[in-house]
T-cell receptor, first 112, second 110 residues
Framework: SQQGEEDPQALSIQEGENATMNCSYKTSINNLQWYRQNSGRGLVHLILIRSNEREKHSGRLRVTLDTSKKSSSLLITASRAADTASYFC????????????FGKGITLSVRP | KAGVTQTPRYLIKTRGQQVTLSCSPISGHRSVSWYQQTPGQGLQFLFEYFSETQRNKGNFPGRFSGRQFSNSRSEMNVSTLELGDSALYLCASAPLYGYTFGSGTRLTVV
């Protein structure tokens, strides 16, 4: 069963623009992670944010977490054509060891 | 260091057959997890092994099984294949947080 719901399901932007993707989840979590997948290949871990953190940065990525609203957002700044991919949020529920529960994903297209 | 290696990359099997997929985690990683990805159901957790013990199991029928060896390599087996088992099977290894995924095995059941 899906824990996370990403929004929007698809996003198309111009190169250089910022892309914002949202994720909502249902239960209390230990941490939330974002992954990227290119054309049905393996998932690439982008960033992890723990439940006691509110914001995290990694290069052009910025992730926020609001545990009171059970939501997270991923911002990619100055997007590039190479950022075209599917993006997934995944949560690790409290007490669930390290099992990841994924959302359905967001398809991001960055037009050159 | 080498990443997570999954073999084979592609597989075509007939309904009713069984299949074994292999995953070699990153050296030193003791946790190995398996996920199934389909267009309809998305990414779903199959099971997780840690130090040769199954630590977590998803909601899949008993036809799906796995194991982990003392060198942390893992195999998953699917018996009596059904058309709906066609999927991308992903393996991931982790030291603690933040999984590293392999490129997956794409299984097609005909």
């Amino acid at each position: 069963s899906q824990q996370g719901e990403e929004d929007p399901q698809a996003l198309s932007i111009q190169e250089g623009e910022n892309a914002t993707m949202n994720c909502s989840y249902k239960t209390s979590i230990n941490n939330l992670q974002w992954y990227r997948q290119n054309s049905g290949r393996g998932l690439v871990h982008l960033i992890l944010i723990r439940s006691n953190e509110r914001e995290k940065h990694s290069g052009r990525l910025r992730v926020t977490l609001d545990t009171s609203k059970k939501s997270s957002s991923l911002l990619i700044t100055a997007s590039r054509a190479a950022d075209t991919a599917s993006y997934f949020c995944a949560t690790v529920k409290t007490g669930a060891n390290s099992k990841l529960t994924f959302g359905k994903g967001i398809t991001l297209s960055v037009r050159p | 260091k080498a990443g997570v290696t999954q073999t084979p990359r592609y597989l075509i099997k007939t309904r009713g057959q069984q299949v074994t997929l292999s995953c070699s985690p990153i050296s030193g990683h003791r946790s190995v997890s398996w996920y199934q990805q389909t267009p309809g159901q998305g990414l779903q957790f199959l099971f997780e092994y840690f130090s040769e013990t199954q630590r977590n199991k998803g909601n899949f029928p008993g036809r799906f099984s796995g194991r982990q060896f003392s060198n942390s390599r893992s195999e998953m087996n699917v018996s009596t294949l059904e058309l709906g088992d066609s999927a991308l099977y992903l393996c991931a290894s982790a030291p603690l947080y933040g999984y590293t995924f392999g490129s997956g095995t794409r299984l097609t059941v005909v």
